[in-house]
């Protein structure tokens, strides 16, 4: 079998608890952002990329959290200087005012999360050959915490389980509905908690936060 991608990854994430593609994310995320904190940053051809459609409000955020302050400000002032030769002169009328709008929509981006973008579903086709290819992988992809956002990504690329389709949708639909439903009474537990008939009972703090990772992102503040 010819993968796309290392499966050591893969196969560590699934090893853990939460979802493993919200891991494989983390950590590819977490590389890029150094990569973009590291000395290449002072080279103006690695910060082409950047310049053309900079980084989201995320991103900026890890990268000014990061330890190297002069090379962002060197990539936000080369994005700054390529932004300012874009819009070098001012529209005239309607028409010429959105085709300004939409320059600069086109150039505005992240250029972190577009990578990302393009690494992520290398990993959910080589999840599905693995379930098919694998033969103790099933057995642990049955028992993983997949979030709502990758799940759907895997049905997508279901198709790549080949003959093993059907059994990777079964146990994709089987723990995704396991979740859900485990969230569901965690969630009910913490209401009650409220009631007032009973007083005294202490809500589980992590319910929340279990809940946001799965139905919505894992970046809990």
Known sequence: MQ????????????????????????????????QYLSDNVMDPDFRVASNSVGFCADHIRALYGGQNKLGLALQLETRAAFLNDLISKPPTDKKSAKKTAEHISKHTGCVICTTLDEIMPRYYMTVAQMFCAESEFPALFSQAEHCLKHAEYLYKNAEYAGKSTAEFLKALTSALKRELKATEKALRAFADCFDFKNAGMRPDTQALPRAIRLLITDKIL
């Open 3 to 34: 993968y796309h991608i290392q499966t050591a990854p893969i196969w560590d994430s699934y090893k853990q608890d939460g979802c493993p593609l919200c891991k494989l994310r983390s950590a590819k995320e977490a590389t890029l952002v150094k």
